[in-house]
C-alpha cells in the first residue's frame, strides 16, 4: 500500500516514477514518428514522467537507476523538497502553519533517507521480503512482545489525521519503518479526503471514496 501512496502523491503533484516497457515505449514511438520524423526514439527504462507548464504537454526524464523502487523514493524525496521550498515561500498561510507543514515534510525527507540512501524504506522492504531479516516472519520466536505491540500501533496511524503528532522517536527500525509507512498512506489518504471536499463530483466518489471510507471504518 505505501508505494501505491506515494505513486498517488506524485501523480496528484503532475509527476511520476514508471517503467516504459516494450509495448509502452512502441506506441509511443509510432506516434512520435508521425509528429517528429527526426526525434530521438524512446528506449524502455525507468522514467520520472511529469507535466510540463513550459511545453504545455508531459516531460520524460531518463532515470538511470536499476530499480523503480529506488527511482520512486529519489522522485518522492525531490517532491517533499520542492513542497517545502514553496510553502516557505508563500504568503497564503500564517507563520504557524507554514512552520508546522516545513517541519513534517523536513522529518519525513529524513525518515525515508535515513542514512542518508532516500530509498531506506525499499532496503528494509527487501531485506524483510526476500532475505527474512528482522526476525519479521512467523516462524522466528525470538521477536519481543513490545516490538510487535509497537509495530502494530504504528501501522495503524494511517487512519489518523496527518500532522507532526504521529511521528515518535523510536530506535527500533521496524518500529521506524512501520511508522514512516503508516504516515504516507495517512497523508495520501487525507489529500484524497481535502481533493473530494473540494469537487464532490469528481471520479473519486465512484471507487476511491467508498473503499476509502470503508477501510477506515474498518
Not at 51 to 56: D, E, P, R
Not at 142 to 154: C, F, G, M, Q, Y
Amino acid at each position: 500500500m505505501l508505494f501505491f501512496a506515494a505513486h498517488c502523491l506524485l501523480r496528484i503533484f503532475g509527476k511520476s516514477c514508471s517503467y516504459l516497457n516494450n509495448d509502452s515505449v512502441n506506441a509511443m514511438n509510432k506516434t512520435l514518428r508521425k509528429q517528429l520524423p527526426g526525434g530521438v526514439p524512446i528506449k524502455k527504462g525507468n522514467y520520472i514522467i511529469k507535466l510540463s507548464k513550459q511545453i504545455g504537454g508531459i516531460h520524460l526524464d531518463a532515470h538511470d537507476i536499476d530499480s523503480s523502487h529506488a527511482g520512486l523514493w529519489d522522485c518522492f524525496y525531490d517532491l517533499l523538497t520542492n513542497l517545502e521550498n514553496s510553502i516557505s515561500i508563500t504568503t497564503v498561510f500564517t507563520t504557524e502553519q507554514k512552520n508546522e507543514c516545513v517541519t513534517f515534510l523536513s522529518e519525513l525527507k529524513k525518515r525515508i533517507s535515513r542514512g542518508n540512501n532516500k530509498s531506506f524504506l525499499s532496503i528494509v522492504r527487501n531485506e524483510i521480503n526476500y532475505n527474512h531479516a528482522m526476525f519479521c516472519w512467523s516462524s522466528y520466536q525470538t521477536e519481543k512482545i513490545s516490538d510487535t505491540n509497537n509495530i502494530k500501533l504504528s501501522s495503524q496511524k494511517w487512519i489518523k489525521t496527518c500532522s507532526n503528532e504521529l511521528f515518535t522517536n523510536s530506535i527500533k527500525e521496524k518500529v521506524d519503518f512501520t511508522e514512516t509507512c503508516a504516515i504516507i498512506i495517512s497523508l495520501m489518504k487525507d489529500m484524497l479526503l481535502e481533493i473530494n471536499d473540494i469537487n464532490k463530483s469528481s471520479f473519486l466518489r465512484y471507487t476511491a471514496m467508498p473503499t476509502l471510507r470503508k477501510l477506515i471504518q474498518t
